[in-house]
């Protein structure tokens, strides 16, 4: 099989990428002018790993026409990862990206003459604000959403889901929760804004406050006791989508999939297992919402609003999951947070 990927010099992407390496004809990733020397050197020891230039948010994708037709002559099967995922960027920086950018991808897939399926990397976080069970064919619920991110997510996969009602492709959508690095001390960890790497850069820079909070016997913080943190180790989203990939696709036209450890933490046990970690001796609990919450998150030094990247009160069914990859060995939290916080101190 030959595989045109975009995304793929990504934290996700290039653990992906080198995972397939060994099982798949070529690699195609897709990659902007300006990281073209950083792509070379991550992919270097891989020869059927080839880098190609070009850009989502152009409506050619790939300005080589030479390439282009080599690409869209060989290549069977798409994977969509690239996107905006910084819950702070601006609402331009992800229309462009998430909704522009896979309308663009969605357009030049009708010039692959082999292709039979087209994956998609969508996130959980299209939940919103949702508080029921979300199921995996499910999206269009009457959420809101959180910031721009969420929202164009969420837009791009409604196009990615009427693309492929209308299209004779197997479609994959996949939905994985919020990245955790697990291998240990030196290992690399996702962007710092992203769901609990933002806290922990907060518990950093926290620690000339020590003495102050470990003098206190509770730190109230702004979370609902119900909500937990939906998350799944980097190996066992890359294991999940790796054997997708390879997987000879039959039964429905569209399917999706929720991508999430076995036994997500609470908000709670999360905070206080990341204190326990950065040497605060303090007990976390829930605060009820009160606009006394601004004050003490001004004077503990947090964001009002912090807890909301890293938290959910949906819960996600996992049944195609379930079905079609029955084998598969998710690592439970209780397992692998050890590993998961000793990344942390290293790296922080």
């Not at 036209?253 to 990341?274: G, R």
Request: aromatic letters at 12%; a positive charge.
């Amino acid at each position: 099989m030959k595989l045109f990927i975009t995304g793929g010099t990504g934290f996700l992407g290039r653990s992906l990428v080198k995972q397939l390496a060994p099982q798949l004809k070529k690699i195609y990733v897709l990659v902007r002018k300006g990281s073209l020397a950083r792509s070379h050197k991550i992919f270097k020891d891989y020869a059927n790993v080839e880098i190609v230039c070009g850009d989502i948010t152009h409506p050619n994708i790939i300005t080589d026409e030479k390439k282009l037709k080599e690409v869209c002559t060989e290549v069977e099967s798409i994977f969509h990862l690239a996107g905006m995922c910084d819950p702070d960027a601006a609402y331009r920086d992800c229309l462009v990206a998430n909704v522009a950018g896979t309308q663009n991808m969605l357009s030049f897939s009708g010039l692959f003459k082999k292709l039979r399926v087209f994956h998609y990397m969508s996130t959980i976080s299209v939940c919103g604000n949702y508080s029921g069970t979300l199921k995996e064919e499910e999206l269009e619920l009457g959420q809101e959403f959180n910031n721009h991110y969420e929202k164009t997510k969420y837009d791009a996969e409604i196009l990615v889901r009427n693309w492929a009602f209308s299209h004779q492709i197997f479609t994959r959508i996949y939905r994985p929760g919020i990245l955790i690095g697990v291998g240990g001390p030196g290992k690399e960890v996702p962007k710092f804004n992203d769901g609990p790497y933002y806290f922990f850069e907060i518990l950093s820079k926290l620690k000339s406050k020590k003495l102050l909070l470990n003098t206190l016997k509770y730190l109230p913080l702004p979370f609902d006791k119900k909500s937990h943190l939906p998350i799944i180790p980097l190996e066992d989203c890359v294991d999940i989508l790796s054997k997708s990939i390879l997987k000879k696709q039959t039964g429905r036209k569209i399917k999706c999939y929720h991508l999430l450890a076995d036994d997500c933490p609470t908000v709670q046990e999360f905070m206080q297992d990341s204190f326990d970690t950065f040497g605060f001796s303090v007990s976390v609990i829930p605060l009820p919402p009160s606009k006394v919450n601004h004050v003490i998150m001004d004077k503990v030094g947090f964001p009002k609003d912090f807890s909301k990247s890293m938290s959910s009160q949906c819960l996600f069914d996992q049944e195609n999951l379930k079905k079609d990859f029955p084998r598969l060995n998710k690592t439970a939290y209780h397992h692998f947070k050890e590993n998961n916080f000793k990344t942390v101190v290293a790296n922080f």
